[in-house]
């Protein structure tokens, strides 16, 4: 499977979890590296657009995620 196309852009990787990496790596094999449709952040960030997609999002927070989108 392909890795997400936001991969080298997503915030919350490339800035919220870089004193995190044991985590950061975790949660990447399993939503950027893996099943990156059932990210919350891709959706919002396809939905909304990537300035609607908050910071401290994560990506199993699929809840918050249809919140946002309505």
Known sequence: MPNCEMIEKCIFFNDKMANK???ADMMKKSYCQGNWQE????KVCKSLGREKVPGDLFPSQ???AKTLMG
């Open 39 to 42: 990210c919350a952040r891709y």
């Open 21 to 23: 990496p044991g985590t």
């Open 62 to 64: 699929m809840d918050r």
